[in-house]
């Protein structure tokens, strides 16, 4: 009794004057959190032992390669991917540094924190590539504009950790590796295991602390995290529509890269220990899924079936004039 009356004392006090946070500091707090949250620590750790610095590492790629080296016809496919990887950085940033404020646990601050240094590295180094690669950076179309101000702009941390660490990051380590794979443009390529290292990191950052989240949310915030999910995903769809030509120019399978993008989230989403409100592809959604993009855009060496075609042209079209009226209207 005088424990929960302790409690309730603690939280009015709390509720009156928010700071300083004086648990953060009680012996009993920081024991519980930190077998709780010690990988969360371990993640700041590793952010610091294993920073590289972005001017040094990309004025050293291009002295080693000669300059950027890359088909003329593959330069703008190229800028207006990565131009959507560059606002995502930024966007990033502002996100991780949002959530090193207001995540309750020391430790998840520290991770947060670190995430944040990490994405201000990103954000300079590929802004320096882009620049490097020639002409203005493209802005970016009006879908992914939307897809990350909804990120930047909710006050939800489920719907931030769940946006940005493990959708959005997830996507990014997946154009990562495979333009590293395809050796697109040798600079670059040599540059994105880097990134994908430290993505790695901040996707350990939703896994681990998510769940935490998660289980504080009432029925109707599971409702809303749906929801958050599903606009996400129409927003996506657009962008990749919109794309397909310029990952067809650069030659990515975008039924390779769609695939590996999925299951990354899968993995990530099953090693949560909770999943209260996110959408798994699990059966008979993986396979419906999975059937849908082999329409759509059939693996390598298939062709896609007339009628596919028709409704591929016509979404492509329907994207384009959206992105066209919706950024004159903007």
């Known amino acids: 009794m005088l424990k929960e009356i302790h409690a309730l004392g603690e939280s009015a006090r709390s509720a009156l004057f928010p700071f300083p946070p004086y648990r953060l500091g009680s012996a009993d707090f920081i024991d519980e959190a930190r077998e709780?949250?010690?990988?969360?620590?371990?993640?700041?750790?590793?952010?610091?032992?294993?920073?590289?610095?972005?001017?040094?590492?990309?004025?050293?790629?291009?002295?080693?390669?000669?300059?950027?080296?890359?088909?003329?016809h593959q330069r703008g496919p190229l800028a207006r991917v990565f131009s959507i990887i560059l606002w995502g950085e930024?966007?990033?940033?502002?996100?991780?540094?949002?959530?090193a404020e207001r995540l309750d646990d020391v430790e998840a601050k520290m991770?947060?924190?670190?995430?944040?240094?990490?994405e201000a590295r990103h954000f300079n180094t590929l802004r320096?590539?882009?620049?490097?690669?020639?002409?203005?950076?493209?802005?970016?179309?009006?879908?992914?504009?939307?897809?990350?101000?909804?990120?930047?702009?909710?006050?939800?941390?489920?719907?931030?950790?769940l946006g940005m660490q493990l959708l959005a990051e997830t996507i990014a380590i997946d154009v990562f590796r495979t333009v590293a794979e395809r050796r697109i443009e040798p600079v670059l390529s040599d540059l994105l295991p880097l990134?994908?290292?430290?993505?790695?990191?901040?996707?350990?950052l939703g896994v681990l602390y998510l769940p935490e989240e998660l289980r504080r949310l009432s029925r109707l915030g599971v409702?809303?995290?749906?929801?958050?999910?599903?606009?996400?995903?129409?927003?996506?769809?657009?962008?990749?529509?919109?794309?397909?030509?310029?990952?067809?120019?650069?030659?990515?399978?975008?039924?390779?890269?769609?695939?590996?993008?999925?299951?990354?989230?899968?993995?990530?989403v099953e090693q949560m220990e909770e999943r209260r409100g996110v959408l798994t592809l699990?059966?008979?959604?993986?396979?419906?899924?999975?059937?849908?993009?082999?329409?759509?855009f059939p693996p390598k060496g298939e062709r896609r079936s007339p009628i596919a075609e028709v409704l591929t042209?016509?979404?492509?079209?329907?994207?384009?004039?959206?992105?066209?009226?919706?950024s004159w209207a903007a």
Do not use: C
């Not at 966007?91 to 991780?96: C, G, P």
């Not at 882009?130 to 006050?155: F, K, N, Q, W």
């Open 36 to 72: 709780k949250f010690a990988k969360l620590e371990r993640l700041y750790h590793l952010a610091q032992s294993r920073s590289w610095n972005g001017k040094e590492v990309l004025a050293d790629l291009l002295k080693r390669h000669g300059g950027i080296q890359v088909e003329p």
């Open 90 to 99: 930024l966007a990033a940033w502002i996100i991780s540094a949002d959530l």
């Open 111 to 118: 991770a947060a924190t670190s995430q944040a240094f990490d």
């Open 128 to 161: 320096d590539y882009l620049l490097e690669l020639g002409g203005e950076i493209p802005r970016l179309d009006v879908y992914s504009a939307m897809l990350l101000r909804m990120l930047i702009d909710t006050r939800s941390l489920p719907h931030k950790l």
């Open 195 to 204: 990134f994908e290292r430290d993505e790695s990191r901040h996707v350990g």
């Open 223 to 268: 409702v809303n995290l749906y929801a958050f999910q599903a606009r996400i995903l129409a927003l996506t769809s657009m962008t990749l529509a919109l794309l397909a030509p310029d990952f067809e120019a650069l030659g990515i399978d975008s039924n390779q890269i769609a695939r590996r993008g999925l299951k990354l989230q899968k993995d990530a």
């Open 282 to 296: 699990s059966a008979p959604a993986e396979w419906i899924t999975f059937q849908t993009l082999d329409f759509f």
């Open 313 to 326: 042209t016509t979404g492509r079209t329907v994207a384009q004039a959206g992105d066209w009226a919706l």
